[in-house]
């Protein structure tokens, strides 16, 4: 197994056990992270985002596969089944993952998943009415980073 392929590794089996830290860990200080809810984390952020994701998580269940990895970039498949503490309401989340390195750490880290079927899980009728919109996905992401810049505030 390479080195980078032990990386992604490390880090979903930190996420399985809902490690923020030791996620953290593995993201190189100039790390960028995107997805459909946090399109665009530098820094410290994408850190900071599992900190506060695996924080507050109550029930939930990780699983991760097909991690490979090719020179300076790698891919992983996961599955998030959990609540969603704002509505209450059970999710289960299919994503897949790509990443490049930098001095042995993540550089660039991207998840992609629809983010319609999320949001249609998530948050129930509006989700449903309006997951497909870029309304209710500005107004989700718009949420989100003001929860992560409040998490980070508090916890660093």
Same mark, same amino acid.
């Given at each position: 197994?390479? #080195?980078?392929?032990?990386?992604?590794?490390? !880090?979903?089996?930190?996420?399985?056990?809902? %490690?923020?830290?030791?996620?953290? +860990?593995?993201?190189?200080?100039?790390?960028? !992270?995107? @997805?459909?809810?946090?399109?665009?984390?530098?820094?410290?952020?994408?850190?900071?985002? $599992?900190?506060?994701?695996? +924080?507050? +998580?109550? %029930?939930?269940?990780?699983?991760?596969? @097909?991690?490979?990895?090719?020179? @300076?970039?790698?891919?992983?498949?996961?599955?998030? @089944?959990?609540?969603?503490?704002?509505?209450?309401?059970?999710?289960?989340?299919?994503? %897949?993952?790509?990443?490049?390195?930098? #001095?042995?750490?993540?550089?660039?880290?991207?998840? #992609?998943?629809? !983010? $319609?079927?999320?949001?249609?899980?998530?948050?129930?009728?509006?989700?449903?009415?309006?997951?497909?919109?870029?309304?209710?996905?500005?107004?989700?992401?718009?949420?989100?980073?003001?929860?992560?810049?409040?998490?980070? +505030?508090?916890?660093?």
């Amino acid at each position: 197994m390479s #080195d980078h392929t032990e990386l992604i590794t490390r !880090f979903y089996q930190a996420f399985a056990e809902r %490690d923020g830290e030791a996620m953290a +860990a593995c993201y190189h200080p100039e790390a960028t !992270f995107s @997805d459909p809810v946090f399109p665009s984390l530098h820094g410290r952020e994408p850190g900071g985002m $599992w900190r506060m994701l695996t +924080a507050r +998580a109550s %029930d939930l269940e990780i699983r991760f596969s @097909d991690v490979s990895s090719d020179g @300076d970039s790698g891919t992983a498949h996961w599955d998030a @089944d959990y609540t969603f503490a704002a509505t209450g309401r059970y999710v289960k989340n299919s994503i %897949d993952a790509k990443f490049t390195f930098k #001095d042995g750490l993540i550089h660039t880290h991207v998840d #992609d998943f629809d !983010f $319609w079927s999320w949001s249609r899980q998530a948050l129930g009728v509006p989700g449903v009415l309006l997951g497909w919109t870029p309304i209710l996905k500005n107004k989700v992401q718009g949420q989100a980073s003001a929860q992560l810049q409040k998490f980070m +505030a508090k916890h660093g």
